[in-house]
């Protein structure tokens, strides 16, 4: 008996040991995951991950006498054109002209649970009438996310959107 607990004591500290931890870099990455157009509206999926668990806004953060429009927002999507086969940028942004409607977005805060506060997931973008007109066909969005820290990810584009008439 004491040899089969042995081995059984054994057989789980092997499997455990081979559980791997998941560790990303403290500043977030992400990636298009899904991109879908369907009438006036934009769908996108982007998958993160953040090795210290702190992407995302808690309700109410950085808004009243807290408010900072470099803060407010944490999901960035920058418009562009294609004019004579360059892409141009589209400026639309809140924190210049506060007139402007941008396609800046804010994902809520989910605290990562356990030892590991790594955080790994994918966020959903709906945009209703996204299009701008401007007498352009073509257009794309350059896309990255901020962490809490202001860790800013890298920048991922979407692909060529051609306008809904």
Known sequence: ???RFFFFILLVTGLVSCLKRESYPDTP???MRAQ???GDSAYFAIDFTDGDGDFGLNEGEFEGENYDCRKYYNIFMKYYELDNGVWELYELDPCVDPDYVPYYYRAPYAEPTGQNKT???F?????GNWAINTG?????????IVDRAQNKSNIIYSKTLVKPD
Request: aromatic content about 8%; some cysteine.
């Open 29 to 31: 990455a992400i990636g």
């Open 123 to 127: 966020v959903e973008v709906e945009i």
């Open 36 to 38: 879908e157009i369907i």
């Open 136 to 144: 352009r066909d073509t257009c794309r969005f350059e896309i990255f």
């Open 119 to 121: 955080q790994k997931g």
């Open 1 to 3: 008996m004491n040899n």
